[in-house]
Each structure stands twice: as structure tokens, then as C-alpha cells.
């Protein structure tokens, strides 16, 4: 399998594409970066890698903003015709999947599906939780999908010192112990690939996007549309590149 060094260049037409933790219904999902970043591609493959949305249970789409509905007809839309699109469950999607059923019987929804690659690579596709819960019993281990969030914002918070005696230290081991969870996070993940005789994975969970191999396997993960704005795809020669909306 090829990975496509950065800067990664910008291809409208994909075989595949990957998209994660979209979080629909919540504030901080960036539905008018993800539409606007979405209209002019076209794919083959398109794969939902879970948390689609945020509270579904409690709050439906009633009180989405425009964008955010949009975003789910855009998907629909492209579900009915076009791509072949998967929905790859997530620790947040909670009952949607059966109200996106009720609208479009033929959804495909899976907790966990392999990718056959263009170059003929299996790639595991799931969105992660389950790596997670084994991480749980450790302090950090509840962070889950803030993990990512929490990694870059005490980076920009280091970069954008000077700081009183004593806090850079700390923010610098806060740091590190959240890069040590994102390394168990992808540790599991690849284990998690080998055991089931594949040789990859593609996931997302932890709002880290990702794109590296590690003793022949590759672990990709696609990001988020909650801060990193990132997307991960499949050229038609077998390249994954990863994306980052402007
Ligand atoms: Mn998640």
C-alpha cells in the first residue's frame, strides 16, 4: 500500500472516502466546512466510520441547525445513488442508524467491515470504542474522542507561552500522557487488524488524524468535523492521502 507523504494534494474523484465523527447536533461540528469540502468530490466508496451525530437520543434532528440537516440529505442523497456508502457505527449514534433506516430501508450499517484496497490490501474498517474500553481502567482512559481535542489544544497552549513558573511543565506532561493514550490507542487498533488477518486499519474516536504504517501494517485514522476538519481517501492507484478542509 502507497501512503502519500504531506503536503497532501487535493484529488476531486476518490475511490473511496472515510469520514468520522461528524457529530451532528452539536455545537461544535463544522457542517458548513464538511459541505463545502464534500460538494465537488465524487467516490465509489463511501464509508460513515461512526459518530455521525451527538444526543440523538434526546434531541432527534428537531433542533439541528440548517447546515447539520443538510449534511445528513447530502449523505442520503449520495447513499441513493452514486456511492456504495457504508455506516460504520459509532459510540454516539445511539438509535440514528434505525431513523436513517426508517427513511432509506437499503443503509448499510455495520459495527466493523473490511475494505478490499485497489492494490488488494484488506483494510479493517471500524470506528474505535472498542480500543478505547480496553484503555479504560487508566485515568486517561475516559477521554476518549476528547483525546485529540485536549492533545492540540495544550500544544497551542505550550507554543503560545511564556507561562508562569511551573505551568509549562506541567502542560508539557499533560501532553505526553495524552500522546502516550493516542500510542495505546493505535497499539490496540493494529493488534486489533493483525488478529483478524488484515492489513490495515482505517478508524476514528480518538479526533487524531492519522496516517502512518508500523511493522507493515497501516494505520489510518480519518480525524474529525469537530476540530481538525479532516478526511481520509483512496486514489484510484491505491494511494491514501489525508485531507484538511480549509
Ligand atoms: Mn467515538
Known amino acids: 500500500m502507497k501512503l502519500a507523504p504531506p503536503p497532501y494534494t487535493v484529488s476531486r474523484t476518490h475511490r473511496s472516502l472515510f469520514l468520522s465523527d461528524l457529530h451532528l447536533g452539536s455545537r461544535r461540528c463544522q457542517a458548513e466546512r464538511l459541505l463545502n469540502w464534500l460538494a465537488p468530490v465524487e467516490v465509489e466508496h463511501l464509508y460513515l466510520v ?6 440523538w437520543d434526546r434531541t432527534g434532528s428537531d433542533r439541528w441547525p440548517a447546515a447539520h440537516r443538510d449534511v445528513w440529505e447530502e449523505l442520503d442523497r449520495r447513499a441513493r445513488g ?20 426508517d ?5 448499510n450499517c455495520k459495527r466493523e467491515i473490511t475494505h478490499a484496497c ?7 474498517v471500524t470506528h474505535g470504542d472498542t480500543f478505547d474500553a480496553h484503555l479504560s481502567r487508566r485515568w486517561l482512559g475516559g477521554l476518549g474522542d476528547a483525546a485529540g481535542r485536549l492533545l492540540e489544544r495544550t500544544c497551542g497552549l505550550i507554543e503560545r507561552g511564556p507561562h508562569p513558573r511551573g505551568v509549562e ?7 505526553k500522557s495524552v500522546t502516550g493514550y493516542l500510542q495505546r490507542f493505535e497499539r490496540k487498533s493494529l493488534n486489533h487488524a493483525r488478529t483478524s488477518g488484515h492489513d490495515g486499519i482505517v478508524c476514528g474516536h480518538v479526533h487524531h488524524p492519522a496516517l502512518t504504517e508500523r511493522d507493515g ?7 474529525d468535523w469537530v476540530q481538525s476538519c479532516t478526511a481520509l481517501t483512496e486514489d484510484e492507484d491505491g494511494t491514501f492521502r489525508l485531507h484538511h478542509a480549509a
Open 82 to 101: 452514486g456511492s456504495r456508502l457504508t455506516f460504520v457505527l459509532g459510540n454516539h449514534d445511539g438509535s440514528f442508524p434505525r431513523a436513517w433506516r
Open 217 to 223: 501494517l497501516a494505520y489510518m485514522n480519518d480525524g
Open 103 to 107: 427513511r432509506n430501508p437499503e443503509l
Open 169 to 175: 511543565s506541567r502542560l508539557k506532561l499533560l501532553a
Open 50 to 55: 461512526g459518530d455521525v451525530v451527538d444526543r
Open 118 to 124: 485497489r492494490d488488494g490490501r484488506r483494510i479493517l
